[in-house]
């Protein structure tokens, strides 16, 4: 959440979002674990 007030306050300014290849591997680092925990909980039906 932290992250989507940043983005929407970049994005306030008008200033354009860049990721470089950096940012891409950090931010898959955090979103994937975080859906393959999800699916596999809604999956097992214990979500």
Known sequence: MASAGVISIF???GQ???L???GMIIIMS???PI???LAYAAFR???
Request: glycine share 12%; no cysteine; charged share 30%.
């Open 11 to 13: 994005k306030a300014d």
């Open 16 to 18: 354009e979002i860049r």
């Open 20 to 22: 470089g290849k950096t």
């Open 30 to 32: 955090i979103i994937l």
């Open 35 to 37: 859906i393959i925990t």
């Open 45 to 47: 039906g214990t979500f």
